[in-house]
């Protein structure tokens, strides 16, 4: 079988070359509509969308639903690997365990940490990430490297030690960039402190997606922001200054301006179910679901109140995965499912560009699916054609 040469993470897959037809089902597109028929897939792509009638090599159980895989841009790790610490590891376990969700890409987080352990974390999760693309997929895709931090507001620090936290700067920024070796794909920073401007426009010269996040930016830094280049908000809500009527946050400005995207953690601790349909109803399609999913890293953390939890109490992330943020979603807004895929699919594929490639159903477009039945849990998962849970045979397409 013939390979890919490597290349940018999430590329360099070896495609198999033999055809398959999978449905009929429902299949939600992931631009926010659904059509009733069968999926072709070749070459590790989707070669066609079919009518229902036909034959067909992969049938699914009745009312089942083909979705574009999820992509969770915000995660930290998997099992008990954080990817800070256990690279090696965490990144071929949240491979592995992301699938069973319908999970077929994430972005390996690397939390505030002493500087050269971030850089070398982020370079051991990049060299990771290659080395499952040696083989034939077995999970979910490992696209690249998002930094959160260490370039953020310390008031605003959260789990985040202020001992960590550094000043932006040019040069930071581009040791960042040249650690990851290409797979840097998202920075998280504070845009109204020292240096961010300067080191965001390194970001931005290697295409890197800055998100503003961890921050006491009010409307007016807001704009300014995203004037810059910042089109991504982290964790709505979360790590900022409230939406207050009087004095908004830089919250109002992602709200307000069309060009961004803002993410938030679906989980109803977070963010509560009521303003999770608030903001679905400011933002629609420009809302990113993701899951800050924290592992249990050492015996400090637990979950309590629906959330991890650090030693003293503080919120150390989620305890949610992509899955059931989709559920979660679905409930809170009052989504059909072919609507709120769209968040987990369509929405984080722009967000870190690409979505030329994933995100969506459609001809030309990486096979990575989701497969659901009914009661939308997930029963399959398919990773540039090849089945890596769920249905066993036949095994590739």
């Not at 990144?91 to 969700?101: G, I, K, T």
């Not at 083989?135 to 370039?151: I, M, S, T, Y």
């Not at 310390?154 to 650690?179: G, N």
């Not at 890197?208 to 006491?216: I, K, P």
Request: proline share 5%; hydrophobic share 45%; net charge negative.
């Amino acid at each position: 079988m013939s390979g890919e040469t490597k290349g940018r993470l999430g590329e360099s897959r070896r495609a198999p070359l033999v055809g398959l037809t999978l449905g009929p089902a429902f299949i939600a597109t992931g631009d926010g509509t659904a059509i009733f028929g069968r999926v072709g897939i070749a070459n590790g792509r989707i070669d066609a969308l079919l009518p229902a009638e036909g034959e067909t090599d992969f049938p699914l159980p009745d009312r089942s639903i083909i979705a574009p895989g999820m992509i969770d841009v915000h995660t930290n790790g998997a099992g008990e690997h954080v990817f800070n610490r256990d690279q090696g590891y965490a990144v071929p376990a949240a491979s592995r365990e992301y699938a069973r969700v319908g999970v077929t890409g994430f972005v390996a987080g690397i939390m505030t940490a002493p500087w050269e352990s971030m850089l070398h974390a982020a370079s051991e999760v990049v060299e990771a990430a290659h080395a499952l693309e040696e083989d034939e997929p077995q999970g979910a895709r490992c696209l690249g490297v998002h930094f959160e931090g260490p370039f953020l507001n310390a008031k605003f620090r959260r789990v985040h030690r202020s001992d960590w936290i550094l000043t932006a700067s040019e040069r930071r920024a581009r040791e960042m960039v040249e650690a990851c070796h290409g797979g840097c794909l998202m920075v998280t920073l504070a845009p109204e402190i020292e240096g961010a401007a300067d080191a965001a426009r390194v970001f931005l010269e290697h295409d890197v997606v800055c998100s503003a996040g961890h921050t006491g930016a009010r409307y007016r830094d807001g704009i300014l922001a995203i004037g810059l280049g910042f089109r991504s908000l982290t964790h709505a809500f979360n790590g900022m200054p409230p939406l207050d009527h009087r004095d908004p946050s830089l919250l109002a400005a992602y709200i307000q301006d069309g060009r961004t995207l803002v993410q938030v953690i679906c989980d109803g601790y977070h963010v509560s179910p009521v303003m999770i349909d608030i903001l679905h109803r400011t933002l629609g399609e420009r809302i990113v679901l993701a899951t800050d999913f924290m592992p249990a890293a050492d015996a400090s953390y637990h979950i309590e109140g629906g959330v991890m939890r650090s030693a003293d109490g503080t919120i150390a992330g989620s305890a949610l995965t992509m899955d059931q943020a989709v559920r979660n979603y679905m409930s809170y807004a009052e989504l059909p499912f072919e609507r709120a895929i769209v968040a987990a699919t369509y929405a984080p594929a722009k967000l870190i560009r690409h979505d030329h490639l994933i995100g969506r159903v459609a001809p030309g477009m990486r096979a990575d699916l989701s497969l659901w039945d009914a009661a939308h849990d997930v029963i399959g998962t398919i990773v540039g054609g090849t089945v890596v849970f769920g249905a066993t045979t036949p095994a590739t397409a």
